[in-house]
C-alpha cells in the first residue's frame, strides 16, 4: 500500500449514462491537495455544491449507494469510490453534470483505465490509516447477513454469497492487496437475478439498465413471450437464454464474477468510512444496506479510538517529507542554529517537525553542566524553524524570503526536556494570512508529554535583490 497520499496528475471526463436515473452525465476526475478527501461536486446546481464521500451522509441504499448533502445528492456512489480505492487515491474532486456516475460497463474498470491513463501524484503528507485495534461485528439476521472487520496492519477481504440459487451457488473472493483491485476485481459487473428485473423496474430503477452493463442471472423457467417482453424493455430486438442460465447469452469474466462484484460493492461503500482501512474484513452475503450499516460501526469506534488531536504520531522508520538538507534549503539557518532535523507531516494548515536532542549539543557545554536541560528559548526556536516551514509555504518561491517572528504569547515550559528526547514539534495556522502575516499555535511534545506551547506570530518579507 501507498505510505503517503496521492491525486491525480490531471484532469480526465467520462460520460455515459446512469445506471438507475437513467440520466445521462459527464463526470470529471479532479486533481486535490493533500488532506481534501473524496469529494463530488454537482456542478449542474445552483451553486455548484459539494458532497463529501461520508457514510453519515447516506440517504438510499436501494441498489446501490446514493448520499446527498443539503438537497444535492449522487447516486450509485460505489463503482466510482471503488475504483479510487483500488488506485489507491485519497485526493479528488469528482465534478458532475448530472445526479448519477455513468454506470459504463457495469464495473469499475473504465473508470480505472481513465485514471491509470492520466497518472497519480504523490503529495507530501502521510496517508491517515485506520488500523482497526479490536473486532467489530455486524449482523443482519433478516438477510442472514454477517461482516467482521479483524485487526490487520494491511487491507485484505473475503466475501461469500450464497443466493439459494441451482444457476447461482455458493461463491466466495479475496483481495489479498489491494494493489491487486484493478487486476482481478475491477472488471467484474454488477448482477441481478431475471426475478427482480420487473420489481426493480417498477420501483423507478435500472432506468439506464442494459444487457451492457449488467449481468441478468436467469433463476426460473423462461419461454418465448417473456423473452419477448424482455427484449422490448431492454430495448433489444431479441434476447436469448442458453441453460448456462445467464440472459442473452453474456460470457461471465470469472467464474465466480458475481462474488467478486459483491467484494468490489465493499471496497466502495467501506470508502465512506472517510480514511484508509488496515483491517481483514470478511464478509458473507453483504449488501450496500449492510456495506453501510458495517462503515457507520467503523467510523464510531475511529472516531472514539482517535489519539489526541493534538499529539502528533511519529513513526521513525517512515520516510520524512522533508529531509534536513531540504528544509535549510529553504531557511536560512547554519550551524549551530539548526533546530529541526525533518519534516514528517506538512500540508497547508499544519506542519509537524522532529528535533533529537543529543548530548553532542554545543550549548550543553555551558548550560548547566552536569545537568544537561535543552534550553526553554532553543525550544521556542525549534517551534519557530519548523513554523517558518509552514510559513514560507504561502509563497512560490520560499528561498526568496525571510521569515520574522513578530511576538511570542501565552509561552510555557511544562517539562524539561534532556539529552536523548525526540521533541514532537507541531504548529498550526490559528488564521489564515493576511498581508504577509500568520498566526500559529505551537506546541513540543516529548513522547505524549506537552513540553511547551506558545503562540507565535511571523512576518514574511521578501529578500533585497
Partial sequence: MNIKQHTLKGQ???????????????????????????KFQRTD????PIIEADVDLVVDVS??????KNGARIYTTEHTLAALMGCEVDNVLIQLDGPEPPIMDGSSQLYVNALLETGFTEQSAFRNFFEVPESITYADKERDVEIAAL?????????????????????????????????????????????????????????????????????????????????????????????????????LRYKNEPARHKLLDLVGDLALVGRPLKAQILAARPGHA?????????????????????????????????????????????????????????DDKTVVGIK??????PFFVGHFPGNPVFPGVFQIEALAQ???????????????????????ENCRFKKMV??????????????????????????????SNLVCEASLTASIVKKNK
Fill in 290 to 346: 449492510a456495506n453501510v450499516e458495517f462503515a457507520k460501526k467503523i467510523k464510531k469506534m475511529m472516531l472514539s479510538t482517535v489519539k489526541a488531536k493534538e499529539i502528533p504520531e511519529y513513526d521513525p522508520s517512515m520516510p520524512p517529507v522533508m529531509d534536513a538538507n531540504e528544509i535549510y534549503r529553504i531557511l536560512p539557518h547554519a550551524y549551530p542554529f539548526k533546530m529541526i532535523d525533518k519534516i514528517i507531516y506538512f
Fill in 12 to 38: 480526465v471526463t467520462l460520460s455515459g449514462v446512469g445506471l438507475h436515473t437513467g440520466a445521462n452525465a459527464n463526470m470529471t476526475f479532479v486533481p486535490a491537495p493533500a488532506h481534501h478527501g473524496i
Fill in 418 to 447: 534532556v539529552p536523548g528526547d525526540t521533541l514532537l514539534l507541531k504548529c498550526e495556522l490559528t488564521a489564515p494570512l493576511k498581508r504577509g502575516i500568520l498566526k500559529m499555535q505551537c506546541q513540543a511534545f516529548v513522547g
Fill in 386 to 408: 519548523t513554523g517558518g516551514i509552514l510559513a514560507l509555504n504561502s509563497v512560490s518561491d520560499p528561498e526568496g524570503y525571510w521569515t520574522y517572528f513578530l511576538a511570542i
Fill in 45 to 48: 446546481l445552483p451553486g455548484q
Fill in 151 to 251: 485487526p490487520l496492519d494491511d487491507y485484505r477481504l473475503t466475501v461469500m454469497v450464497d443466493y439459494n440459487s441451482p444457476v447461482l451457488g455458493s461463491q466466495h473472493a479475496s483481495l489479498n492487496d489491494i494493489t491487486l483491485f484493478n487486476k482481478d476485481i475491477a472488471s467484474c459487473r454488477t448482477f441481478c437475478f431475471l426475478h427482480e428485473l420487473e420489481m426493480l423496474h417498477k420501483q423507478n430503477l435500472i432506468k439506464g439498465g442494459d444487457l451492457n452493463n449488467a449481468i441478468v442471472i436467469v433463476d426460473k423457467v423462461i419461454n418465448d413471450d417473456e423473452l419477448e417482453h424482455l427484449a422490448k424493455l431492454f430495448n433489444k430486438k431479441n434476447i436469448e437464454v442458453k441453460k448456462e442460465g445467464i440472459l442473452n447469452n453474456i460470457e
Fill in 356 to 361: 533529537n536532542v543529543t548530548i553532542n549539543e
Fill in 63 to 68: 441498489r446501490g449507494t446514493t448520499i446527498e
